[in-house]
């Protein structure tokens, strides 16, 4: 796998990490409330450096 495969995130990956379902992952990305995915070849993918300046802005954390 490639350095830039291995810092993308499945939507599994990102449900069971935010401790979300399918139905509210996709509401909070549609309403703007958290990063939209990558499209690719019909599956959705997320950049962990994204998701985790979005999660340390979200609990005030700094990187």
Excluded: Y
């Excluded at 350095?3 to 939507?11: E, F, G, N, Q």
């Excluded at 399918?22 to 070849?41: D, N």
């Amino acid at each position: 796998m490639s350095a830039l495969l291995s810092k993308l995130l499945k939507t599994n990956d990102v449900l069971n990490e935010f401790h979300l379902s399918k139905s509210t992952l996709f509401r909070l990305i549609k309403s703007g409330q958290f990063p939209a995915p990558i499209k690719i070849g019909g599956g959705c993918f997320w950049k962990a450096d994204e998701l985790e300046a979005f999660l340390n802005k979200k609990t005030g954390s700094a990187a």
